[in-house]
């Protein structure tokens, strides 16, 4: 499989710089019966039943770029990817002292003597009350730098990332952020903190749409992904078995997969971060199952799934990943994933997927091509041809799995 084979024309202008005025007024792509129309997305509501099951991912991206400023008035800019010590998200926010994180550094040329050099920046509160802010750099880590930070105050890391740093909006918008990215770049049912990208499928949502979702039935289940900088990472080699995929880490609660197994109806999964680690969720119980494992170094590599039995019911899954937490006395599944969906991957947990459109040669597309098969050229030719906006500020899709189309 080539990477070339998912490629497309995607002009400048069909993306989406800002958001709309109003979230869900957006278009609506709808793929479904192996046809293809045009909606709002303000009437998703009108294909949902009352036995049907949405899964968000509730991750809230963090303020994660902070620009330090040498005395010689070099800027450097700090792009904190993931917690490196402590390695868990929420005890690193949780730290008032300091912290080390693995992160992207702008201009690491003019940081100069950097292995025993610091930055400093002051940071004047609401108040009056100042804090002043280090940044060491430690050491080189895969493709990134681990950099310590201390600071002063007492001050919990995140609410100084709050106060210092800015939101990290896609690269391909090419501008800075402004303040409108600040609440839009966010889902209005975000809660944990920690993605350095927002899950761009629940941005379309409003309060009042999920108000009347609910109205009608339709229940909702909620899973945290927390998404890497590694979802922009565009394809380095054609032959796609050559590329080397980000990890993700992520945590679903033993209510939800109990109401996985209870669902009756369509399960759609909002976003690809949703799908994948719902998939990710029944192959870690097919590996339990297998190795007769428990909770210890929950991880699922990139082509792992293709591997492991490919005939174990979804049902008998699940159960075993109930049971272990059950028998663990613990509430939630904390795990990671590097699996990477390509065509010809059959999925287990979910019949649609609601999504925007999304970069050529991405992995994205590819876990697209596997969802709706070769149709996947007609969708986007489709948008195109529709004025659709594209990527992350642009307009989503409700696509039906291949299998049931």
């Known amino acids: ?182 609440t839009r770049y966010q889902t209005v049912y975000s809660k944990h903190k920690g993605s350095v990208a927002a899950p761009t499928a629940g941005l379309h949502f409003t309060p009042q749409m999920l108000q009347k979702l609910s109205g009608k039935g339709v229940k909702f289940s909620e899973i945290t992904l927390h998404v890497g900088a590694g979802t922009f990472r565009p394809m380095q080699q054609n032959d796609v078995s050559q590329h080397e995929m980000h990890v993700e880490y992520f945590s679903v609660q033993l209510d939800v997969i109990r109401n996985l197994l209870a669902n009756k109806g369509v399960l759609t999964a909002v976003g690809t971060t949703s799908l994948r680690a719902l998939e990710s969720i029944y192959w870690l119980g097919v590996k339990m199952l297998e190795n007769n494992t428990g909770l210890e170094n929950l991880h699922l590599d990139q082509w792992e799934a293709y591997s492991l039995p490919q005939n174990i019911p979804i049902e008998q899954s699940l159960k075993k990943v109930c049971e272990t937490l059950e028998i663990n006395q613990q509430n939630s599944v904390f795990a990671a994933t590097k699996m990477m969906i390509v065509p010809g991957y059959m999925f287990r947990i979910c019949q649609r997927l609601i999504t925007n459109f999304h970069q050529p040669q991405s992995t994205l597309l590819l876990l697209v091509g596997a969802f709706v098969g070769d149709r996947w050229k007609d969708i986007y030719q489709y948008a195109l041809e529709n004025d659709f906006r594209f990527l992350s500020y642009g307009d989503g899709s409700l696509l039906e799995y291949s299998r049931f189309s």
């Open 1 to 182: 499989m080539t990477i070339t084979d998912f490629s497309y024309d995607l002009p400048d202008e069909r993306i989406a710089k800002y958001p709309l005025d109003k979230r869900d007024r957006s278009k609506l792509l709808v793929y479904r019966n192996g046809l293809i129309s045009a909606d709002v997305f303000s009437h998703l509501p009108d294909y949902f039943g009352e036995a049907d099951m949405l899964a968000f991912n509730n991750t809230r991206v963090i303020r994660a770029r902070i620009e330090m400023v040498k005395e010689t008035g070099a800027r450097i800019e700090i792009f904190c990817l993931e917690p490196h010590e402590p390695h868990d998200y929420q005890i690193s926010f949780a730290q008032q002292h300091s912290c080390q994180w693995k992160c992207m550094v702008g201009n690491l040329k003019k940081w100069k003597s950097r292995k025993s050099g610091e930055l400093g920046k002051r940071i004047v509160l609401d108040g009056g009350a100042e804090i002043e802010l280090q940044a060491e750099y430690i050491t080189r880590s895969d493709q990134c730098h681990v950099i310590r930070f201390s600071w002063t105050g007492g001050m919990d890391f995140g609410s100084l990332l709050d106060a210092c740093g800015c939101t990290p909006i896609p690269p391909y918008l090419n501008r800075k952020t402004e303040e409108i990215d600040e």
